[in-house]
């Protein structure tokens, strides 16, 4: 008797419960491993750090240092540094950039200069216009990190506002510091072959239920 329950119709009803159950945690399961092992194909992210100010306020003794540029004195000047990163999986092309629009990054901040490297080369592809950074149309490769400075004669932490139209690419700006992508942890790998295990399993299940 005890063998005909298993074989019922009801033991084939909760074995197909708990396959779908299962196939829902498999599910959910994928859905949050996705985004750490396989990010999007193209995707930039654009992080604005946080701005250096040159002059502090409390520079007892110096009050006479001053920072000018073309014989004007900057009332409030900062150092922002913009870092245009390709956090994708493949390389962004300049034929992305539909129309050959840049991408925008407006400051809100009355930029002065734009600042060159050690070397005294300014980033390639660069423009600076009024408060805006513009880049591109340029090629960005795969993990390619790409640093703008720019100084600026003031800076009261305004709304960042940003224009794209790249195509089949994600675009987002992040505010302040960024940590570099960390390897996924023992859990994160555990916890995601766990749930594709389980999608197997319940599908196996499903399919057992089916056949008998």
């Known amino acids: 008797m005890a063998l005909d329950l298993f074989e019922g119709k009801g033991f ?3 074995t197909l419960t708990v396959a779908v ?3 829902l945690v498999a599910g959910v399961a994928a859905y ?3 985004e750490a092992l396989f990010p999007p194909k193209r995707r930039i992210t654009i992080h604005v ?4 100010r040159l002059l502090s306020g409390a520079r007892v003794g110096l009050e006479d240092v001053e920072v000018s540029r073309q014989g004007r004195v900057l009332p409030n000047p900062h150092v922002i540094t913009v870092l245009i990163r390709n956090t994708g ?7 992305q950039f539909d129309q050959g629009r840049p991408l925008a990054v407006d400051l809100q901040a009355p930029i002065e200069a734009l600042l060159t490297s050690a070397d005294g080369e300014s980033p390639f592809g660069v423009t600076v216009d009024g408060s805006t950074v513009r880049f591109g149309p340029e090629l960005i490769r795969r ?3 790409i640093p703008i400075q720019v100084l600026t004669s003031d800076w009261s932490d305004p709304e960042i506002i940003l224009t794209e139209h790249l195509v089949d690419t994600e675009v ?5 510091g960024f940590d570099r992508p960390r390897p996924l942890r023992i859990v994160e790998l555990v916890s995601t072959a766990a749930g594709i295990v389980a999608g197997f399993a319940s599908v196996a ?4 239920v089916f056949l008998n």
Do not use: I, Y
């Open 49 to 52: 750090l946080t701005p250096v």
């Open 12 to 14: 084939n009803g909760a």
């Open 143 to 145: 993990k390619q990190e």
């Open 205 to 208: 299940a499903v399919l057992n």
């Open 172 to 176: 987002r700006v992040q505010l302040g």
């Open 32 to 34: 949050f491993a996705r």
């Open 89 to 95: 999986r493949h390389a962004v092309a300049s034929e």
């Open 21 to 23: 159950l299962a196939l």
